[in-house]
């Protein structure tokens, strides 16, 4: 009885954070009522009451909940093992096109310090980006790679750097602007190096993704609602909301990568039926191939797929007109008919 109870609270407080973040992202903290929380949810003030002390506890969760998912996503891109200076590289890349995403830009960098304060969010900060960039950036001056000297400015002046760039990269309509910013990030980098060199930067561009391509056969796609299998490999989400009916243990994912998922008005203008299919086809190409978050996703897919199978879930029924098709392709290189 106490389990269920624990678990109805945690549904409860996951709602209403997801249905916050949503409103917070697309309209702004100030503009936010919790009434309009609460009632789409059907909940009343009470309940939301019952799980935060009020508009402003609850954005830190919403806050909390996002920084937590970009470290996620810097971790997963800086791949264990890999070599210190290209895992600094690979979480550079990863953060800045997490954070160009306008919904992120919005919470994290222009509601954030004001709702929370300054200080406040910069030691939430320093829990997640700044202790990922002070371990890297201390093993990179341990095995020599970068000279020697004290780490923490270093740690400030690289954070807020990456800071001011996500807020560019999110207001710029350049589809080269993750390429051109992350070889001005590695230029200057370049020049903390010991030995003066920095590597190209072509080889962390949008253009020169990954030279080498996965197999057909270890990027597959299935429906969330079938059966999990060992020869899945990593199970990999790629719709934007969660699918209704399915429960996180039912669905054994690995990942969720929504930043690799259509935008809300391309979706909505596909499934209204304003856009045609073959129309959706292109849109949603250009869209992982331009957007910086989605660019970064693909290529991560990519990586992944590199090292072994990838099985890309989706929700729909529709098997052919599947918005998951147009990503495999994306991840595998290629341009199929998919009509």
């Known amino acids: 009885m106490a389990g269920t109870r624990a678990a109805q609270r945690r549904a409860t407080q996951t709602a209403l954070i997801t249905e916050a973040r949503q409103r917070f992202a697309n309209e702004g903290y100030t503009a936010v009522r919790l009434s309009d929380v609460v009632d789409a949810l059907g909940m009343t003030k009470g309940a939301l009451y019952h799980h935060f002390t009020g508009k402003h506890d609850l954005f830190r969760a919403v806050v909390q909940q996002v920084q937590q998912e970009v470290a996620d996503r810097v971790q997963a891109a800086a791949r264990p093992g890999a070599d210190p200076w290209e895992e600094l590289i690979a979480g550079c890349k990863a953060f800045l096109a997490s954070y160009s995403n306008p919904e992120t830009r919005q919470i994290m960098l222009i509601?954030?310090?004001?709702?929370?304060?300054?200080?406040?969010?910069?030691?939430?900060?320093?829990?997640?980006?700044?202790?990922?960039?002070?371990?890297?950036?201390?093993?990179?001056?341990?095995?020599?790679?970068?000279?020697?000297r004290p780490v923490e400015p270093m740690v400030h002046l690289l954070s807020g750097?990456?800071?001011e760039a996500a807020l560019w990269l999110a207001?710029?309509?350049?589809?080269?602007?993750?390429k051109d910013t992350m070889g001005a990030l590695q230029c200057m980098l370049g020049s903390l190096r010991a030995d003066g060199i920095a590597p190209s930067a072509e080889a962390s561009s949008v253009d020169g993704m990954s030279e080498r391509l996965p197999s057909s056969d270890n990027v597959v796609l299935k429906g969330i609602r079938e059966e999990?299998?060992?020869?899945?490999?990593?199970?990999?989400?790629v719709d934007r909301l969660w699918p209704r009916g399915v429960s996180k243990e039912r669905a054994d994912l690995d990942e969720w990568a929504k930043d690799a998922t259509p935008t809300t008005e391309l979706r909505r203008a596909f499934h209204s039926g304003e856009m045609p299919w073959p129309q959706f086809?292109?849109?949603y190409r250009a869209e992982l191939t331009e957007r910086p978050e989605a660019v970064a996703a693909v290529e991560h897919l990519r990586d992944e797929a590199l090292k072994g199978r990838v099985t890309l879930l989706f929700a729909?029924?529709?098997?052919?007109?599947?918005?998951?098709?147009?990503?495999r392709e994306a991840v595998l290189g290629v341009e199929e008919d998919l009509a």
């Open 111 to 148: 509601d954030a310090p004001t709702v929370l304060g300054w200080r406040e969010w910069k030691e939430m900060d320093g829990a997640y980006s700044e202790r990922l960039l002070t371990e890297v950036l201390t093993s990179l001056m341990e095995n020599g790679t970068l000279v020697s």
């Open 161 to 163: 750097a990456m800071n």
């Open 171 to 178: 207001e710029t309509d350049s589809p080269t602007a993750l």
């Open 228 to 237: 999990p299998n060992p020869e899945d490999g990593t199970r990999v989400l």
């Open 281 to 283: 086809v292109e849109a």
């Open 316 to 327: 729909g029924h529709d098997h052919v007109h599947c918005h998951a098709r147009v990503l």
